[in-house]
């Protein structure tokens, strides 16, 4: 019995040791013929997905033209020459508070009253700014813009009834207004030092002499006898306000502590690009791929 036994445990052992050491495997069936007609399917697939890919792109727009980063040279320097910035910071600093105290609470009742008498207002103090148009645009040489400017005031002084109506611009005839200060450009007189005009705001020396040179000629011509008299002073309070109910600008509204400097910045950058744009250099150079523009 005994030996019986330990024949059959030796053959069990024997059996599990052979079968974890022998397993069988089933190779695939070798179809080459299958195998190369799944392939050129494929790639027949592909080809077709990418001829419609291309069909596809052509019927849509060309695309935007890939940006080309600014380098040193594109940016402009925030460098602002301000030889006064002492005195100009004091009269910014009294702007802005004569501003809130008087100046923008008058503006903002000159806001309630009806648009069209506001409109009105505004447009007879525009027309009355064609005079001066006039007479720069012939010391500029550019005599088209004065005759536009001419017959901008004759319609709206008569058709429009003294210029409270903009007739003119009503049937296309419109013109950008111009003064001494943009004379001045056009014979080469650089903007100059950043001046702070006490109650009129951010300016530079040429645009102070420009201005008073216009209110000077506006003086002289004196139309229909406004500028002599108590009736200059109303006029010139009305002009005022409605001229500063129609800006937006509000003092340190925008919260930085450099608000001085970026004011002065922009105002003197836009009258940099206004100085190229006069002279015709305004208009961006063709550009190579990849390669920014030259100065």
């Given at each position: 019995m005994r030996s019986a036994l330990l024949v059959c445990l030796a053959a069990a052992?024997?059996?599990?040791?052979?079968?974890?050491?022998?397993?069988?495997?089933?190779?695939?069936?070798?179809?080459?013929?299958?195998?190369?007609?799944?392939?050129?399917?494929?790639?027949?697939?592909?080809?077709?997905?990418?001829?419609?890919?291309?069909?596809?792109?052509?019927?849509?727009?060309?695309?935007?033209?890939?940006?080309?980063?600014?380098?040193?040279?594109?940016?402009?320097?925030?460098?602002?020459?301000?030889?006064?910035?002492?005195?100009n910071r004091f009269t910014y600093r009294f702007n802005?508070?004569?501003?809130?105290?008087?100046?923008?609470?008058?503006?903002?009742?000159?806001?309630?009253?009806?648009?069209?008498?506001?409109?009105?207002?505004?447009?007879?103090?525009?027309?009355?700014?064609?005079?001066?148009?006039?007479?720069?645009?012939?010391?500029?040489?550019?005599?088209?813009?004065?005759?536009?400017?001419?017959?901008?005031?004759?319609?709206?002084?008569?058709?429009?009834?003294?210029?409270?109506?903009?007739?003119?611009?009503r049937v296309k005839l419109s013109n950008p207004p111009t003064g001494f200060s943009e004379t001045l450009s056009t014979w080469g007189v650089h903007p100059g030092p950043y001046l702070v005009i006490p109650i009129l705001g951010p300016s530079t020396l040429r645009d102070?002499?420009?201005?008073?040179?216009?209110?000077?000629?506006?003086?002289?011509?004196?139309?229909?006898?406004?500028?002599r008299g108590y009736q200059s002073y109303a006029l010139g309070t009305v002009n005022a306000v409605d001229t500063r109910a129609n800006v937006d600008f509000r003092y340190y509204a925008t919260g930085s502590p450099f608000e001085y400097e970026i004011v002065r910045f922009l105002y003197v950058r836009k009258r940099l690009i206004e100085d190229d744009a006069l002279h015709g250099r305004g208009k961006p150079r063709p550009r190579e791929r990849g390669v920014p523009a030259g100065r």
């Open positions: 052992m024997l059996t599990g040791c052979v079968s974890s050491n022998f397993s069988m495997r089933t190779l695939p069936p070798a179809t080459p013929a299958a195998e190369n007609a799944s392939a050129v399917r494929n790639a027949e697939a592909m080809e077709a997905e990418i001829k419609q890919a291309a069909a596809h792109a052509q019927t849509q727009p060309p695309a935007a033209e890939p940006l080309i980063p600014l380098t040193a040279e594109d940016v402009p320097s925030i460098y602002t020459y301000d030889p006064w910035e002492r005195m802005a508070r004569f501003d809130e105290a008087i100046f923008l609470p008058v503006a903002d009742g000159y806001r309630r009253v009806p648009a069209p008498f506001r409109a009105g207002i505004h447009n007879f103090f525009s027309n009355l700014t064609e005079v001066v148009s006039v007479l720069n645009y012939g010391l500029q040489a550019r005599f088209i813009g004065g005759a536009r400017s001419l017959s901008r005031f004759v319609i709206n002084s008569t058709v429009g009834i003294g210029g409270l109506f903009d007739v003119a611009t102070g002499l420009g201005y008073f040179a216009d209110y000077g000629v506006t003086y002289g011509v004196n139309i229909a006898d406004l500028y």
